[in-house]
């Protein structure tokens, strides 16, 4: 039954992704807010397939920490739902961090080209991170949040992985406080699985952390410190504790 499930889905998302890049191709006459909007529908859609027929559920907890103004948000990554669930439901419009060969995808690439968000070449080396900087300060003027998995990749549930400086640097560059969350994502849609397990991702949003007076080294080390705590009380699989960033 989890296999016709997944199939469903799976199927649900092909015969809609094509269509749908066309539509976004459409819109990019229109303002950046109403193209991603428009863009969002179906990463929203997408999220609603799963919990309709796969039984993917969610919830939030601490939404009230969401701050109006200026932030970067910080989540852990383990799996691709959260690369959906978020731009799609967050408060404000975010922008992802990515390589910029990402354009080059056919349909998902285009569309993705057309939000506008922080594209990086990383053959540039150090450079990239100047032009991280750059765009992410234009993003955060607008009002948009930039969001990095520090992670940098999906780590299996249980597993924390060693966090990246980028976010943390960003945020002490430009001043905007890092939103930490936390989120049990893969033990519902395990990465490198077809099928998706019936369940509820709980998505834990924690304070806003000041760059203030913190280094970035120190200001990696307390965000990975507080995903790493609120995973061990929201997650079944228990991550060893250990503080690692690099």
């Excluded at 809609?16 to 109403?34: D, M």
């Excluded at 991702?201 to 913190?214: H, Q």
Aim: with cysteine; proline share 9%.
């Amino acid at each position: 039954m989890a296999w016709i499930r997944a199939s469903l889905y799976y199927l649900l998302l092909t015969v809609t992704v094509i269509p749908y890049a066309f539509f976004t191709l459409l819109c990019a006459p229109l303002p950046l807010h109403w193209r991603y909007r428009l863009t969002m529908g179906w990463p929203r859609m997408a999220i609603w397939g799963a919990r309709v027929l796969c039984g993917v559920r969610w919830r939030i907890e601490g939404w009230e920490n969401l701050p109006d103004g200026p932030a970067i948000v910080l989540s852990k990554h383990q799996s691709a739902w959260e690369t959906l669930f978020l731009p799609s439901h967050m408060p404000r419009e975010v922008c992802f961090v990515y390589k910029r060969e990402l354009h080059r995808i056919p349909f998902f690439g285009w569309g993705l080209a057309l939000l506008r968000m922080i594209p990086i070449d990383r053959a540039k080396g150090k450079e990239a991170f100047e032009q991280v900087v750059a765009a992410g300060q234009k993003r955060l003027d607008e009002g948009r949040w930039p969001i990095l998995f520090p992670e940098g990749t999906r780590v299996a549930p249980g597993k924390m992985g060693r966090f990246k400086m980028g976010g943390a640097l960003l945020s002490h560059r430009t001043g905007a406080p890092i939103i930490p969350i936390a989120l049990n994502a893969g033990e519902v849609w395990p990465r490198h699985s077809f099928t998706k397990r019936p369940g509820t991702v709980t998505v834990s949003i924690g304070p806003a952390i000041s760059p203030d007076g913190l280094s970035p080294e120190e200001l990696n080390d307390k965000v990975y410190a507080w995903i790493e705590t609120e995973m061990t009380r929201i997650s079944s699989a228990r991550p060893p504790r250990s503080r690692k960033s690099v």
